[in-house]
């Protein structure tokens, strides 16, 4: 396996999916909690093109300067993780992130139509989507910012489907600023536990 830094690894330039704040959070919420899932696949360049959102999160719980696993692959052979602290699928580690890898994916799909019809002129996308379906999503495109205000309105604490650590309210750009500033106010105020951290954070 070769060694490199995160830092040397891209979100995707020209994503189409916008992501959502509540998407991001529950994806925050689950890698602090029962760590990594999945992996990340970026071209040769080192760019992603699936996997912007783990990578953006990883930069702030990991921190840029981890060593990533870097399995280096053409694509003829799958490629398995292994999670060696999980014992069996049928533990309550397991059963949560086989649930949150399918409803972080469903809740934090927020297409950028915009950017979904520039790719659509440029690949065939028939194989994912039927015609009417793509039709009605590029219509979207005068639409879409409402569509996204809707995705990252205000959210009812007391109706997030997560284990209650991740206890606030946010927009997506003040989430963003939160999470930048995370480790940081960890460490000035001496605070181990993120919800407290977190508290703190939306008091200042």
């Known amino acids: 396996m070769k060694k490199d830094k995160l830092s040397n690894y891209t979100v995707q330039e020209r994503n189409a999916n916008k992501h959502t704040a509540r998407g991001l959070g529950m994806l925050d919420q689950s890698m602090s909690k029962d760590g990594w ?10 760019e992603t093109f699936d996997g912007s959102a783990r990578l953006e999160t990883a930069y702030e719980r990991f921190g840029e ?24 699928a049928q533990s309550e580690q397991a059963k949560r992130l086989s649930i949150a890898a399918n409803r972080i994916a469903a809740i934090d799909l927020s297409w950028d139509a915009e950017i979904l019809a520039e790719i659509a002129d440029e690949v065939d996308l028939s194989s994912m989507f039927f015609e009417d379906e793509l039709e009605a999503l590029l219509s979207q495109v005068e639409d879409d910012d409402l569509d996204y205000a809707y995705q990252n309105k205000e959210i009812d604490t007391d109706n997030l489907d997560s284990s209650g650590t991740f206890k606030f309210t946010f927009e997506y750009t003040e989430y963003l600023k939160l999470i930048a500033r995370f480790n ?9 536990e993120d919800d407290q951290a977190f508290a703190k ?3 200042a």
């Open 37 to 46: 899932i999945g992996a990340i696949t970026t071209a040769n360049d080192g």
């Open 65 to 88: 300067d981890v060593e990533p696993i870097i399995v280096e692959s053409d694509g003829t052979r799958p490629i398995i993780v292994k999670r060696t602290d999980i014992p069996n």
């Open 184 to 192: 940081e106010y960890k460490s000035e105020h001496g605070i181990t």
């Open 201 to 203: 954070l939306l008091d």
